[in-house]
């Protein structure tokens, strides 16, 4: 039989980044596009929860804001290519 090789296992920590909503006492609203604009990519897509910090309730509400402020035409939906 082959041998059994041994792994080193260690203990993998995530890192933990503050939340960005947390910060100061904003509320999450569609019309906040400078806030919005935080949890948006370059190419204006919705970031994912683990370069945004938030948690998945509120990573929800923030999908939710920047759809409606997408709607509303306060966010683009993709990069204008000039």
Do not use: W
Not at 28 to 44: A, D, G, H, Q
Not at 46 to 57: K, N, V
């Amino acid at each position: 039989m082959a041998e059994k090789r041994e792994f080193d296992k260690r203990e993998r920590r995530p890192r933990k980044r503050p939340a960005k909503l947390l910060e100061g006492d904003t509320k999450l609203n569609y019309k906040n596009v400078e806030l919005l604009t935080n949890f948006i990519t370059e190419r204006k897509k919705i970031a994912p929860r683990r370069m945004t910090g938030c948690t998945a309730i509120q990573q929800r509400r923030v999908a939710t804001e920047i759809k409606k402020a997408r709607y509303m035409a306060l966010l683009p939906y993709v990069v204008s290519h000039k």
